[in-house]
């Protein structure tokens, strides 16, 4: 959506502006546009530009639309004619560019569109190639000369002694005819860049006309002001003469600068954006070729940025977006870039560093440092104090095989190291990384093929009571073509990530209760029940609980079997849509397990109001008993926790018989672990 101040740009232009799809569907226009073409505003919005231009304009309007957007060019001008509501034709020039979006992402082009009719009406008439000369004496010529709204200035070939001029002329540059009679433009002082005036003279020595220069002209009070200029020979009272047609385009040329300001500038933050960087990035793999010297990609990224912003507003989450921008630009050159590249992303490229990648890398190291500091630092937003750190990565580039995507990834990887580290910090990207990076992405590759040809299994590592089997916990198993058996440490994080845990947790519930029913026909199998583990982002979908239902219903499964377990983490945040999850799914007799309980940050208001039936004391308390004091008396505090709430208390991780008896003298007595049997297939559970 356009900002107040982009809508206020577009009603105040003072020419036409369009906002068109690449396939010509106008989006929105200014009131400006609309009056070119002769239709009511609100009618205007949803036309395709097919229809309001002939076939052969309309057809190059699209061509040069598809250019853009394919990024074939970054901007052009083309003139076309429009066809009016009325049916007449009017003549316009379009100046077009690409807009992004806050991610760098094309999302719409932007047309600037000036009617030209009337002045290529008045150029021709002027020219009047069919007539042999022009008179000031015909009355015709006259009037349209007296008329126009272009200055017309009339100056003979020989010395450029100025002969005629219209009040037009002499409004833009506010002398009086007898100022302007008789002298030259030099004299005048007319011409603000001696090089446009002999643009002017070469073109008109060449080619005997110009059309549409662009050039700085200067007005009698001093004032610089941007004039498109086309001229001409034609004959005047007998005499050789070169007729000028001059516009006060500043107005045009500032909604230009908007334009450009929105094609390559982030709105919020004015700093770079994407299209802007990538440029600035490709000129300087260009310069490291050629000096030899040495640049650098820092990637910044905010720390617990979306916290912030959902917590304190998106207005708060804006003004810090400034302030970041600015105190990062405070700690580079002016040579150097600073990009908000979207989100709350930042990437600054360091220019002309040393030769030497060690000691360009160090000076990258410093400027980094500054910035990280600069970041650290308290941030005063509307009287509200906030505090946030940010996670960097560098690269140091200027070989000639590197290309733009390249550097940009290498930063990116070595950012979420830092991030991955513990966040404030700077990690330099390694050749390492981008091999961990490759495995990622061939194992992503390969767990996607993984889902769709069913190359998962469960396994069942029992859960046993006074020695009595009570159940199983559910537990992945990716049977790889070449690697073998996969552990689910080794893949269930990336799954994460990825959002393939959604397919795959799906799989694994629906597995679970199918295998729930099964045990019910058997005598030895109708009381257990099956943990399934489920992330935090599992639980947390719109439609879990009914999946669950769905699950459940499909299969035959009795809920009271099925037993879901909860990481402590999950409670964090949301607490209250946590719990109305846990109590529906309650409802129907699902059954709860907090599992790593002592490891998070719990607050024992909530533990309270959880609707849970079993906690488990983490095996990484578990495989500190006997030895350690501490774990002990943790593993002791977690069954009084138990007793008091009328909870049942699981022991993971249980390995030794030590551990085991020990766990029993504090008063717990269910266990899992290596102990009593590894995680099993189907076909060898009961046979353990």
């Known amino acids: 959506m356009p900002t107040l101040e982009n809508r206020n740009f577009l009603e105040q232009a003072t020419v036409g502006i369009v906002h068109s799809t690449p396939e010509g569907h106008i989006l929105r226009c200014n009131a400006e546009f609309a009056e070119i073409i002769g239709y009511p505003r609100e009618e205007v919005r949803g036309l395709m530009m097919q229809e309001i231009t002939p076939d052969e304009d309309g057809a190059q309007c699209l061509a ?81 000369f007296e008329t126009s709204p272009d200055g017309v200035l009339i100056a ?67 004032e610089v002001f941007w004039g498109q200029l086309s001229a001409s020979y034609a004959e005047f009272d007998g005499e050789s003469c070169v007729i000028s047609y001059i516009r006060d385009v500043s107005a045009a040329k500032a909604d230009e600068e908007k334009i450009r300001s929105l094609a390559f500038y982030d709105t919020l933050t004015g700093l770079p954006n994407r299209r ?68 709350d992303e930042f990437v600054i490229v360091l220019e002309d560093l040393s030769q030497i990648a060690e000691i360009a890398a160090a000076q990258a190291r410093t400027v980094g440092g500054k910035i990280l500091g600069a970041i650290d630092q308290p941030f005063l937003l509307e009287g509200r104090e906030c505090h946030t750190t940010s996670s960097m990565g560098i ?19 070595a950012m979420y190291q830092a991030k991955a580290a513990g966040r404030n910090a700077m990690f330099f990207f390694a050749p390492a990384l981008q091999a961990s990076v490759n495995a990622r992405v061939a194992l992503e590759r390969d767990l996607r093929a993984a889902i769709r040809e069913n190359q998962f299994s469960l396994f069942y590592q029992p859960q046993l009571d006074r020695g ?36 795959l947790g799906n799989w694994v519930l629906e597995t679970a209760c199918l295998q729930i029913a099964a045990w019910a026909g058997r005598k030895e199998g109708e009381h257990l029940s099956i943990a399934v583990n489920i992330s935090s982002r599992e639980f947390r979908q719109p439609k879990f609980v009914d999946y669950v239902l769905a699950a459940l219903d499909r299969t035959g499964a009795n809920p009271n079997n099925l037993k879901i377990e909860l990481s402590e983490s999950m409670f964090g945040e949301n607490v209250e849509d946590v719990i109305a999850r846990m ?24 533990l309270k109001r959880l609707p849970l039936d079993q906690i488990k004391i983490d095996r990484a308390f578990v495989s500190e008993i006997p030895k350690d004091p501490i774990s002990g008396a943790v593993a002791q ?26 766990l029993a003298k504090l008063g717990c007595h269910s266990f899992q672990g290596y102990l009593f049997s590894h995680p099993l297939p189907l076909g060898e559970f009961f046979e353990s």
């Open 276 to 343: 802007l960087l990538w440029e600035r990035l490709r000129q300087a793999l260009i310069s490291s070729i050629r000096s030899g010297s040495k640049h650098a990609l820092l990637f910044v990224d905010l720390d617990g940025f979306k916290s912030l912003n959902d917590t304190l507003g998106h207005h708060i989450g804006d003004l810090l977006l400034q302030e970041t921008g600015r105190r990062i630009a405070g700690c580079v050159r002016e040579v150097d870039t600073v990009a908000r590249l979207g989100g």
């Open 637 to 662: 505090a977690i069954i009084s926790f138990g007793k008091a709430m009328g909870l049942s208390v699981i022991a993971e991780g249980v390995e030794t018989e030590e551990q085991r008896a020990y």
């Open 395 to 413: 690269t140091v580039f200027g070989n000639q095989s590197e290309s733009t995507n390249e550097v940009l990834q290498q930063a990116d990887i």
């Open 468 to 503: 009595m089997m009570t159940g199983a916990e559910a537990l992945i198993r990716w049977k790889h073509p070449t690697r073998g058996l996969v552990a689910p440490q080794d893949f269930v994080p990336l799954a994460e990530e990825t959002g393939l845990i959604f397919p």
């Open 583 to 606: 109590n529906k799914l309650k409802s129907h007799g699902v059954r709860f397990s907090l599992e790593d309980f002592g490891t998070g940050y719990s607050s024992m208001t909530y």
């Open 64 to 144: 040069s639309f598809q250019k853009l957007w394919t990024g074939a060019s970054d901007a052009l001008s083309l003139e076309i004619r429009l066809i009016r509501k009325d049916g007449s034709l009017t003549l316009a020039k379009l100046t077009v560019s690409l807009l992004r979006d806050r991610e760098g992402w094309p999302s719409h082009l932007l047309a600037h569109v000036e009617d030209i009719h009337e002045r290529m009406k008045a150029e021709g008439a002027h020219a009047a190639p069919a007539e042999p000369a022009v008179s000031t004496k015909d009355d015709r010529y006259r009037t349209t």
């Open 156 to 222: 003979r070939a020989e010395d450029g002694k100025i002969v005629e001029v219209n009040p037009a002329f002499l409004e833009i540059v506010q002398f009086t005819r007898d100022e302007a009679i008789g002298h030259t433009s030099t004299e005048l002082d007319i011409w603000a860049d001696e090089s446009d005036a002999l643009r002017v003279a070469e073109a008109l020595h060449e080619q005997a006309v110009c059309r549409d220069f662009e050039v700085r002209l200067r007005r009698k009070n001093g």
